[in-house]
């Protein structure tokens, strides 16, 4: 009889990641089994064989046909430590739905899975690719301007790992772009890019995970945060692309950031971590600059002399808003331009829907989420109001609730008036609209769409951040920011590098080199040095200018932070509880501050009251003994949360 510590994908009890089974046959360390625990039957996965313990164990159910590699094992264990997570959360994350169930498996020709195309390089790209493969530091910040080419990098490294036999994981910040990195990769990789992402039903995912387990060659795993996790067996090469974004962090429990792990990946294999961005977070390059290999590529990939003329508006003066109320003369002015040129637009506004409050001009009801007593937002071709928070849909009303007047208006404005505002101007021309909104299935699938805003077919392109990252627009002619300024007054120590960036990603579309392109920005705050150091591209300029603010109010990179949150019923519970706990922690952690108790961004939310304190050190390991204290089940909590929100 063999004797083994396993790990469920349940918690059956606190402080218990391993329950020790034995089984008849010997079995290998990764093996995914079934086990039984009380009188259900859970999946679990061999982590080690122990000696014949002092107390009666129950048999292994069932030995699936799975064994996952050490590496996942290893990096499981470390992030259940690192973020004060039980194991059988990180193990069922690891793991697809459905793993006991059996599929009809999908025949693919790997013969076909030579290198097909050449790759050309530039002068910087190859000056790149050498830094990082003669780099001592297993991980790497690629921090190009955008239109430096780093994608090439991207490319050459994979080809570099899977020459020598091994796979590469490769991952993007929104399931949008995976369409275009797979479009890329299969360029040069053929069949060996296999596709992860959430979209993907069940089967669809098993299947996937399953092929990258098993299959005897290297492959190109590409995918959003969650396939960092693929299983591959010999791991040659991680690459995360735009890893500023805050998707990199996942908000549900593992809280993980897939940088941090990524980075302990690649130290624990001995392969190459490489980050590229465009605008590094503050963190993530301070950090860089300390403990690992900082790229630069400083030149556009196609040298040209095009120009992006920057234009300035100040939306306080409404003498330059004399035809539309959200659409600055200047900025009408050079769409018009731009289209009898036959060349594209891009619209940006970081705010989706048609208009963001409802109000009653009579009384001044205001439509809110009863859950979370948000603004609701209008969206007129779902003919309803949303709550971006919990998603909860309402009824348009025509009459005020309250007085019965009907002097019911709609004020602000997102990404559907804009694009329904732009069509009634343009009624000639294409407008195509991205956002979190458009259905992922649309934008996975419809490779097409992708092509014809590419070649500029969809002559005016309007979205949200989704439209700032990784594309290349050969024929744009004008980029229009509607209002510079949005989230630049959010009470969070990162609201002003989230402005910043978007800003200069956004801008970053108009300076690839393809032709003179004309840019017009719009905000309220015009004299603001983030508005500035974004119109300039000035990433040293902004780090610097952050670096003294952050130092000022000891936030991140000179500590670390740690986030607690208490949810009730009653609000008088909350308070209480929260009080209570915010005593306690200073009783038994005099060393560290806290900010708090205060009411949570999202104060009301899913019918819960919610209160929040945040606990600052300059030693992560005193906010691990904070969470190694029991906390209740009325807390949440987020270990180095990405946002304050």
């Not at 780090?543 to 000179?558: A, C, D, N, Q, S």
Request: aromatic share 8%.
């Amino acid at each position: 009889m063999y004797y083994y510590e396993v790990a469920g994908t349940k918690i059956i009890r606190q402080g218990a990641d391993f329950l020790t089974y034995e089984s008849t046959e010997r079995l290998l360390i990764g093996s995914v089994v079934v086990i039984p625990v009380g009188k259900k039957q859970i999946v679990g996965v061999v982590f080690k064989e122990v000696a014949k313990p002092d107390f009666s164990t129950r048999v292994v159910s069932e030995v699936l046909s799975y064994v996952l590699p050490e590496r996942l094992l290893h990096i499981a264990k470390w992030m259940s430590e690192y973020y004060a997570t039980a194991l059988p959360l990180v193990i069922q994350m690891m793991l697809p739905a459905g793993v006991t169930k059996k599929r009809r498996v999908r025949v693919i020709d790997e013969t076909t899975n030579s290198i097909k195309s050449q790759l050309l390089l530039n002068r910087d790209q190859e000056k790149a690719i050498q830094e990082i493969r003669t780099s001592t530091q297993n991980t790497a910040l690629l921090f190009g301007i955008t239109g430096s080419g780093k994608t090439n990098v991207y490319v050459r490294l994979v080809m570099d790992a899977i020459e020598t036999g091994k796979s590469a994981i490769v991952l993007v910040p929104e399931i949008a772009l995976t369409t275009q990195a797979v479009e890329i990769f299969r360029e040069f990789f053929g069949e060996k890019v296999c596709l992860i992402h959430s979209v993907q039903t069940e089967a669809e995912k098993h299947l996937v995970w399953e092929r990258i387990l098993k299959t005897g060659e290297p492959v190109v795993v590409i995918g959003p945060r969650s396939a960092l996790f693929a299983p591959v067996r010999d791991l040659g090469v991680v690459i995360i692309d735009e890893a500023h974004e805050l998707s990199y962090k996942q908000d549900q429990t593992p809280k993980y950031h897939a940088l941090r792990v990524a980075s302990k990946m690649a130290n624990n294999e001995g392969v190459k971590a490489i980050f590229g961005t465009a605008t590094p977070t503050v963190s993530d390059y301070y950090l860089a600059k300390k403990t690992c290999a900082v790229v630069r590529m400083e030149r556009l990939a196609i040298e040209s002399e095009c120009e992006a003329v920057v234009k300035l508006v100040d939306s306080k003066n409404r003498e330059m808003f004399r035809q539309k109320r959200f659409l600055s003369d200047s900025m009408i002015t050079a769409m018009e331009e731009t289209l009898l040129q036959k060349r594209q637009c891009l619209i940006f506004h970081n705010r989706r829907g048609s208009s963001s409050v409802t109000i009653c001009e009579g009384c001044g009801w205001q439509a809110l989420c009863k859950d979370c007593v948000l603004s609701l937002v209008l969206h007129k071709d779902l003919y309803c109001l949303l709550c971006h928070s919990c998603g909860k849909e309402y009824r348009m009303e025509t009459s005020c609730p309250e007085c019965s007047g009907t002097s019911i208006i709609h004020k602000g404005v997102g990404t559907k008036m804009l694009e329904q505002e732009l069509k009634e101007m343009f009624p000639k021309v294409e407008v195509a609209r991205f956002d979190s909104d458009t259905p992922n299935e649309l934008m996975l699938s419809n490779t097409e769409i992708f092509r014809r805003v590419r070649m500029g077919e969809i002559q005016i392109v309007v979205g949200t951040q989704v439209v700032a990252k990784g594309l290349d627009l050969p024929n744009l002619g004008m980029v229009g920011v509607i209002q510079a300024d949005l989230g630049l007054s959010l009470p969070d120590y990162s609201s002003e590098e989230r402005a910043f960036q978007l800003l200069s990603q956004v801008i970053g579309r108009a300076k690839r080199g393809h032709r003179d392109t004309t840019v017009i920005v719009q905000t309220y705050q015009p004299n603001s040095e983030v508005i500035r150091y974004g119109i300039q591209q000035d990433y040293e300029g902004f780090y610097e200018y952050v670096l003294k603010t952050r130092k000022r109010g000891i936030f991140p990179p000179y500590c670390y932070l740690l986030k607690l949150v208490c949810t009730y019923k009653t609000e008088v519970a909350c308070i209480k509880n929260v009080r209570s706990m915010t005593k306690r922690l200073k009783q038994d952690f005099p060393k560290v501050q806290i900010l708090g108790p205060m009411p949570d961004f999202y104060e009301f939310k899913a019918g819960k009251h919610r209160w929040q304190i945040v606990v600052k050190s300059t030693k992560r390991a005193e906010l691990l003994e904070i969470l190694n204290q029991p906390l209740g089940v009325n807390w949440q909590f987020d270990l180095d949360p990405g946002s304050l929100l």
